[in-house]
């Protein structure tokens, strides 16, 4: 094969290649390029070597509940992959079965069964993901409980009764004063281990729920909530109280291009067409006057506007509506850097559950891999 | 999921006695008493009526009166 047929594009190229044009009212440049055969005399023939020598990770936050990170270098295709494997695919234990003995709150049982579900639970993290397994449900004539083991069904109970309380003042109007149990929290629940559960779970490693304020139900004197929960491990497919993510999104890298100088009154408009820290204020230097062509000739000591953090833009188009600015700036997204968030909903770390997206992924590939063997056999 | 047909909480004489099917709990705990017990819609007190009595509450004469639930246990799924 002849050289240059492997000839790689120039960095400006590569970068108007990798740039999603945003214009007034149209959106460019939407799909990725770089496959085999779409420009003539370039390989784009995918190798891993390739992907990890371009391929970074930034993180930007990283808390439990909270992460945030810039995936540098990656196809739509499997960021995308990622994030659907986030929201559906990773496990998590959830109240699936709820036994009512009694409910004569102003709530309905399947109403209330309903809420239970979607409460997120937290414990012991090797307990959950280690010694907990899947749950099978038995089959239409079979005992009910035939397939529940203490691997695989945690029993919660909720028992709670509102009563009068008697060291309220007569005239007392809050509901919480003046009864006990008025408001039934996430805290109410209660965690009773069975079998080997009382070593993976015992302490502080007992399923408990991670947001212990969240409001059950209301009840009134003598309204009373007597209930027994099984919870099973889920995956959010299968329904979304098993998603252990609140979100799991990514937007591309926004990019600002101002292409002719933005001066004076007009650099301060400018900077209020974006969110604060995205456009920065500069006086114009005696370096950038004595540079014929570069527009700001004449200018010197005037404030110009320059782009400080694009990451921190909403890309609203606020700036190309303005006439002022019209052929001074350009706006795009980098299309391969993909600034992901994932909120978790408190059952994995944030940061562990993108690793654990990873890891699906690949045990995905393996199982294709396995049946292109077969097919080839 | 499986919901029975309304099972009158309280066993009444000896007519039902024995009648508890599968999946009860806690039923017969009522006393077998030849009347119903139902709840007052503005006090939540506990209201029995006999034959031929007024329908109301004798403790705060409120006219609306529920049914008991059910004493058995009834299975929901969390969905
Ligand atoms: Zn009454």
């Known amino acids: 094969m002849a050289p240059s047929r492997h000839a790689a594009p120039s960095a400006e190229e590569h970068l108007r290649r990798n740039t999603v044009g945003i214009n007034k009212e149209t959106v460019t440049n939407v799909s990725s390029t770089d496959f085999p055969g779409h420009f003539p005399g370039e390989d784009h023939a995918f190798s891993i070597e390739q992907f990890q020598s371009a391929f970074s990770i930034q993180f930007h936050r990283n808390e439990a509940n909270d992460a945030s990170f810039s995936l540098i270098g990656i196809d739509a295709s499997l960021a995308n992959a990622f994030r659907r494997i986030l929201i559906a695919e990773i496990p998590t234990l959830a109240i699936e079965d709820v036994f009512i003995e009694n409910n004569t709150s102003v709530i309905q049982d399947e109403v209330l069964a309903h809420r239970l579900g979607l409460i997120p639970f937290n414990g012991g993290r090797e307990g959950i993901h280690n010694f907990l397994k899947w749950y099978k449900k038995p089959e239409a004539g079979e005992d009910p409980y035939a397939n529940s083991f203490d691997w695989n069904t945690v029993r919660l109970e909720l028992n709670i009764t509102c009563t009068v309380n008697p060291d309220a003042a007569p005239t007392e109007n809050d509901p919480l004063k003046a009864y006990n149990h008025a408001h039934v929290y996430a805290r109410d629940i209660v965690f009773v281990p069975t079998g080997r559960q009382a070593e993976h779970f015992d302490g502080e490693n007992a399923i408990r729920p991670v947001n212990p304020d969240i409001l059950i139900a209301k009840l009134r004197p003598k309204q009373t909530i007597n209930l027994a929960m099984h919870m099973h491990k889920g995956i959010g497919a299968d329904h979304s109280k098993f998603s252990p993510v609140a979100t799991a999104s990514y937007r591309l890298l926004p990019l600002i291009h101002i292409t002719r100088p933005i001066l004076g009154a007009d650099a301060k408009k400018f900077q209020k067409c974006f969110p604060e820290g995205v456009i920065g204020l500069e006086t114009v230097t005696r370096e950038d006057v004595s540079k014929p062509g570069s527009g700001y000739e004449g200018h010197l000591g005037e404030l110009k506007a320059v782009v400080k953090d694009s990451m921190k833009d909403t890309v609203s188009r606020e700036a190309l509506r303005h006439a002022e600015f019209e052929g001074k700036v350009k706006l795009g997204r980098r299309r391969d850097h993909f600034i992901f968030s994932i909120e978790s909903t408190g059952q994995w770390d944030s940061d562990e559950l993108f690793l654990e997206s990873v890891k699906h992924l690949k045990l995905k590939c393996k199982k294709l891999e396995q049946q292109v063997i077969n097919m080839v056999q | ?79």
């Open chain 2, 1 to 79: 999921m499986p919901r029975e047909e309304y099972q009158v909480p309280t066993t009444s004489g000896g007519a039902s006695a024995g009648a508890m099917t599968r999946g009860a709990t806690g039923g017969e705990r009522h006393d077998s008493r030849a009347v119903m017990t139902y709840i007052c819609g503005d006090c939540g007190g506990n209201v029995t009526l006999s034959k031929d009595a007024l329908v109301a509450c004798p403790h705060c004469a409120g006219r609306v009166l529920y049914k008991e639930r059910t004493k058995r246990m009834v299975q929901f799924e969390a969905r």
